[in-house]
């Protein structure tokens, strides 16, 4: 049983499950005649997307902001994006919503959203790309809307955050940090990764995963420390410019694990 907060559309409506948790509801013709505080009996033809509120705005107010269309989107990434990733969250489903609604208007006002990750984003989440792209070609077929690649870029951190404990602001920050230290990594070696290369691709993941882990304040098992220095010396050398630059900006120690895995990470693409 569910009782209507409101209709979206004719194929949409925000609702009320018995337990009082916020659905999102939608299948062909569903929202169709249907008013607020109409209670419905089971709906088989409709897919069911539980929301999660922040506490500080409710279902309603966060829905009322958004084209209907961009929600029923929005739900066609997510249903997609579960068949590589089973665990995907639903409560992305209204932030990806807004993403996308902004990004029609955006094109619409003949506006183009600079993406200076996107090589990275593309290099440290490829399935999610790959499912956003796929996202893109269906509004562009559905909408007429040819939105640029680089909403595919912005629409990947959506689709990562459902699967992660990560928004996809934490996810863009720690990727701007990766690409800030590669980019002090190409200048002291006078040089710039192809970012194309299966090479800068291990790097960036590497130095986003080790970014978590310091965040995290994870303890990395390993004591290579003398041997890498003395193997590796340049790499090490420049693993703990980095290392202090990370921890300047994170405002948080780098353990000498991490400078001794970054500096391994390195040596590969001297």
């Known amino acids: 049983m569910f009782r209507v907060i409101k209709p979206l559309n004719n194929n949409g409506l ?15 013709g569903i929202g169709f005649g249907k008013k607020s505080g109409e209670r419905l009996g089971l709906l088989p033809q409709a897919k069911v997307y539980h929301l999660i509120t922040d506490g500080e705005s409710s279902a309603l107010q966060r829905v009322n ?42 094109c619409r006002r003949g506006i183009r959203l600079p993406n200076p990750l996107q090589h990275d984003i593309m ?5 999610e790309y790959r499912i956003a792209e796929q996202g893109i ?12 690649p680089e909403e595919a870029g912005y629409l990947s951190l959506h689709i990562h955050a459902g699967i992660s404990e990560q928004n996809a602001g934490d996810s863009l920050t720690n990727i701007r940090l990766a690409a800030e ?16 290369e299966l090479k800068y691709t291990r790097l960036v993941s590497h130095i986003c995963y080790m970014i978590l882990r ?13 041997y890498v220095r003395k193997m590796y010396p340049k790499a090490y050398a420049l693993a ?17 694990a991490e400078t001794t895995l970054l500096a391994i990470h390195i040596q590969r693409v001297l």
Do not use: N, W, Y
């Open 14 to 28: 925000l609702a009320l499950t018995e337990e009082g948790r916020e659905v999102i509801l939608l299948g062909k």
């Open 65 to 106: 902001g958004i084209d209907a269309h961009a929600v029923e989107f929005a739900a066609r990434v997510l249903d997609e994006a579960r068949k590589s990733f089973p665990d995907m969250a639903d409560d992305i489903l209204l932030p990806m919503a807004d993403h996308i609604a902004m990004a029609l208007e955006r």
């Open 123 to 127: 290099a440290m989440f490829p399935d």
């Open 137 to 148: 070609r269906a509004i562009e077929r559905e909408d007429g809307v040819e939105l640029p």
């Open 181 to 196: 230290c590669i980019a002090e990594l190409e200048a002291e070696l006078g040089l710039t990764l192809r970012r194309t």
């Open 214 to 226: 310091i965040r995290a304040q994870e303890v990395v098992p390993i004591q290579m420390d003398d």
């Open 240 to 256: 703990e410019k980095l290392s202090v630059s990370l921890s300047r900006k994170l405002r948080l120690p780098v353990a000498a």
